[in-house]
């Protein structure tokens, strides 16, 4: 399946990203062969409002089944749940563990935002 | 004539002035319409005391998608210039409380998929006044919704209401962003007041650079103008901006103001202040 990693770099040795809207990259993996894209996401992270929902979008526009980030906030995760994309939560460290974590089935499937909006 | 009275800093005495103004005016028989533009913290009817005879809801217009016509191109999605709306591989999905209401994605959706509904953002309150001797003054203000971001949309709505009058007065927010423009914007005229004190000195100066890239004709009161320092005065005469009126730190307002009460209404020698004051607007 093809996941994506939030980083703050372009393959899996990069950090993981503790932010989904205005995270540097997204990386799009391929769970089977560990292939990986990286997606600039520089537009959002200088956005005056709504990074996250346009990242959703994005992200959903990528084909990803599934997120893995440090923190989504309730527009993000909106957006992401209405694609039927499912989010993990990492804790830090580079995408690379991030990724043996979710093969390994040890990261929590998140069922509601942990950070609250700007606006809210 | 239409006067904006506002200021950098909170608390400097923008409804103190607003409101003497008024009701001065007003009592030499003027019609008055006092616009309370800030709608978060709206508080001239306090003083004012109207009657109020309506309340209306003012809302903003948002986007809905019919499912059935959409065909999910995500045009609407790349003309929003607030990233509220998404376009997802099998839908759109639109936040709200980002939207603007600007209309882009409803007149550019090709395929007219789009409509729009009204969201409640506050209320528009009206009323006349029922000060003593005070016959012609109308107050109109706005209640935000608590935990609204959209201030603008109200305070246009308090702009539009003002009725035929000889001067509006327009009681601004504090601050010098999106809110304070709008309640400023079309003004022919904008007293700031401030207070001498180095705080007070700092957002006059944010106030002057915001008034001045509206192209807007200024002047300053200086509030407690008997206590702090002359740093207010100093600035005034460098910027070549006139202190059109001080008003001293006068125990008498601030006990009037602590129950309610228009300084002009109880110490009637603030009323020449203000009527001087109007003249002095009038002739700059």
Not at chain 2, 157 to 186: F, H
Not at chain 2, 224 to 244: F, H, K
Request: charged fraction near 20%; proline fraction near 5%; aromatic fraction near 4%.
């Amino acid at each position: 399946m093809k996941i994506v990693i939030t980083a703050d770099g372009t393959d899996l040795d990069a950090q993981v990203d503790p932010r989904f809207g205005r995270a540097r990259y997204f990386l799009l993996v391929d769970t089977e062969d560990e292939s990986v894209t990286a997606h600039d996401n520089k537009q959002n992270l200088n956005a005056a409002q709504g990074a996250g929902i346009q990242a959703g979008q994005n992200v959903a526009g990528l084909g990803a089944e599934a997120v893995v980030t440090g923190n989504v906030g309730p527009r993000a995760f909106g957006v992401l749940q209405s694609a039927g994309i499912k989010i993990y939560l990492a804790g830090g460290g580079t995408a690379r563990e991030a990724l043996e974590q979710f093969k390994a089935g040890s990261l929590q499937e998140v069922g509601a935002a942990n950070k609250p909006g700007h606006w809210m | 004539m239409i006067i904006a009275i506002a200021s950098g800093k909170g608390g400097t005495g923008k409804t103190t002035v607003a409101t003497g103004l008024a009701y001065t005016l007003a009592r030499d028989g003027r019609r008055v319409e006092l616009l309370d533009c800030d709608v978060e913290e709206p508080n001239a009817h306090l003083f004012v005391r109207p009657q109020s005879d309506c309340t209306e809801p003012v809302g903003v217009p948002v986007p809905r998608v019919d499912a059935e016509k959409c065909t999910n191109c995500g045009l609407c999605s790349e003309v929003c210039q607030f990233n509220a709306v998404a376009c997802l591989p099998d839908r759109v999905v639109i936040a709200d409380e980002l939207c603007h209401g600007c209309g882009a994605c409803v007149h550019f959706c090709p395929v007219q998929a789009m409509t729009e509904t009204d969201r409640n953002i506050g209320v528009l309150e009206s009323g006349r006044s029922t000060l003593d001797g005070v016959n012609k003054l109308h107050l109109r203000y706005g209640r935000l919704r608590i935990g609204e971001a959209m201030a603008v949309p109200l305070i246009r709505a308090v702009r539009r209401a003002a009725g035929p009058c000889d001067v509006t007065l327009i009681d601004a927010p504090p601050g010098t962003s999106c809110p304070v423009i709008a309640a400023v914007k079309g003004a022919d005229f904008v007293l700031l007041v401030t207070e001498p004190t180095p705080f007070g000195l700092n957002d006059l100066q944010l106030a002057v650079e915001m008034v001045r890239a509206l192209e807007l004709p200024l002047a300053v009161v200086v509030n407690r103008s008997t206590v702090g320092d002359r740093a207010v005065w100093d600035y005034c005469r460098n910027e070549n901006i006139d202190i059109l009126l001080e008003i001293p730190d006068d125990r008498r307002i601030a006990e009037a103001y602590s129950r309610g009460l228009i300084a002009a209404e109880v110490l009637p020698q603030y009323a020449q202040t203000f009527r001087d004051l109007y003249l002095g607007i009038r002739d700059s």
